[in-house]
């Protein structure tokens, strides 16, 4: 499947520079925005929505909008949206959601307004009433304050084999895709899954249309260099895994950019990095922890494990072999009673017998 020219006009909606040919060329990676876009579309055309009668090209055509009142505030944005679409007649509350709606598609970010935070069941960005969406963007990917003695700390290498293949493979976490960046490498260590957000080609066209866009150019950059660096280009076992669930970005490669491992090359998602770098140093789960490592760095673990299980197969074979001459035993008993009963009815069988054997015949 290719996108085609009225796909065109809504992903220019997001991206106004977006070329017919750059579509073509990553049209595999167009098409999944594309999907998460219509499924949109036919969630605003049911029954139930509560943005109707607005269509999915009404809301996408409210971003030129946002793009163009970004430094101002909540309040004047959705004054000047409404007077956009003052011919749909539409209350100030779904004026509202409109507006929320549409700088959630636009920045692949969930926003909502302030009052409607408390109906929220997933990450999402408040943005008030007197705030500009430039300002409520800022904060909210504010890097973590570090400790003064850290952050004096030795750069910190990140190994090489930190790949989301490895991960799952060897480590038993599973992936969980998401079109929201606030979830971005959230990790559920109970259930071990960690949450991925899918839209490569989206934070690329952000950073290099970074003037139609108000998402921090820093933040952008880092959220590619997290995808780079779990989901190495030039990897084989990436490419399948890829492959597997559907998400075409490994063929977007690097984006001219390095894999970055040190731990200082990151900042706002550092410390999901510096955990899941953890993760690799403890042992592997499920059937990777019976095999040796390639750093042969669970030797102790691994030998411990299977002289265990000799010693446990010996146990078992032992029970068994004690349990089998038991059962001979008393299959030996039982013929020798039957032999004795044998002998003791021919013997008594004989003329006589009862006088010269009365104890055994009578």
């Given at each position: 499947?290719?996108p085609n020219e009225k796909d065109l006009q809504l992903l220019r909606q997001i991206w ?125 990917f504010q890097p973590p304050k570090e400790e003064p003695l850290k952050k004096a700390a ?191 009815a021919q013997a008594c069988a004989a003329p006589g017998a009862a006088e010269q054997l ?5």
């Open positions: 499947m290719t106004p520079k977006l070329s017919e040919q750059e579509l073509s060329v990553d049209a595999a990676d167009y098409v999944v925005v594309q999907e998460y876009l219509s499924a949109k579309g036919k969630a605003l055309n049911a029954p139930s929505s509560a943005l109707s009668p607005l269509s999915l090209n009404d809301v996408l055509g409210v971003i030129d909008e946002i793009r163009r009142l970004r430094a101002s505030t909540r309040f004047e944005i959705v004054q000047a949206v409404g007077q956009k679409l003052q011919h749909k007649s539409l209350a100030n509350s779904v004026v509202s959601k409109t507006v929320d709606l549409a700088a959630s598609l636009w920045l692949a970010v969930n926003v909502r307004s302030t009052a409607e935070l408390l109906h929220a069941n997933f990450p999402v960005l408040g943005w008030a009433e007197d705030q500009s969406l430039e300002t409520v963007l800022q904060s909210a030795a750069t910190v290498k990140i190994k090489g084999d930190l790949t989301m293949t490895n991960l799952v493979t060897n480590f038993g976490f599973s992936i969980r895709w998401t079109h929201n960046l606030l979830e971005h490498l959230s990790i559920d260590w109970v259930g071990r899954v960690i949450t991925v957000y899918e839209h490569k080609i989206c934070l690329w066209n952000h950073l290099r249309f970074k003037e139609d866009s108000a998402l921090p150019a820093a933040i952008l950059a880092e959220a590619i260099d997290t995808l780079n660096l779990l989901f190495p280009f030039g990897d084989t076992a990436t490419e399948a895994l890829l492959r597997k669930h559907g998400r075409p970005f490994y063929g977007l490669g690097y984006f001219g950019r390095k894999r970055a491992l040190d731990l200082d090359d990151y900042s706002y998602w550092r410390k999901r990095i510096e955990e899941l770098q953890q993760v690799l140093e403890g042992p592997p789960s499920g059937l990777q922890q019976l095999a040796l490592d390639r750093n042969r760095s669970n030797v102790l673990a691994f030998t411990t494990f299977w002289i265990a299980t000799a010693v446990g197969v010996l146990a078992v074979m032992g029970l068994a072999a004690g349990v089998v001459s038991t059962v001979y035993a008393k299959k030996q008993y039982d013929l020798a009673l039957l032999q004795y009963a044998l002998s003791l009365p104890g055994f015949c009578s």
